[in-house]
C-alpha cells in the first residue's frame, strides 16, 4: 500500500508494478484525505491510495519501484498480511506475478 499526490502518478506508478509482474492488480482510490505530521507541521491533503495486490516475496521490487517513479521524499510503503483470501484469488495473484514470486515455504500461498 502506498500513496500519491496526484492521479498521474498513481497511474504510473499502478500501470508500472503490473506491467513488471511485481503485482497482478493496483486499486487506485482517488482523493482521500490525508492529515499527517512532517517536518513539524501538520499537513492536509488530498491523495491516492494504491492497494498493491502482490506477495511477501516481492516487496522488495514493489518498493524499489515505487521510490523510482515516486516524487515524495518519503514514500510510505506499507505491506499488510493477508489474514484469509479466496484460493481461486490467490491463486490468480500468484499466476500473474513474476516467476521469482512463486510459492515457497516462507511465501503466502505455499
Request: charged letters at 25%; glycine letters at 4%.
Amino acid at each position: 500500500m502506498t500513496t500519491t499526490g496526484s492521479e498521474k502518478e498513481a497511474a504510473l506508478i499502478a500501470r508500472t508494478l503490473v506491467e513488471r509482474q511485481q503485482a497482478a492488480c493496483v486499486n487506485v482510490i482517488p482523493s482521500v484525505r490525508s492529515i499527517y505530521r512532517w517536518k513539524d507541521k501538520t499537513w492536509n491533503e488530498v491523495e491516492q491510495i494504491l492497494l498493491i495486490k502482490t506477495t511477501r516475496a516481492l516487496f522488495g521490487a514493489v518498493s524499489r519501484t515505487i521510490k523510482e517513479l515516486h516524487s515524495y521524499e518519503l514514500p510510505d510503503i506499507l505491506a499488510l498480511p493477508i489474514a484469509a483470501g479466496d484460493e481461486k484469488v490467490l491463486a490468480w495473484i500468484r499466476s500473474c506475478l513474476a516467476p521469482e514470486a512463486a510459492p515457497g515455504p516462507d511465501r503466502p500461498g505455499a
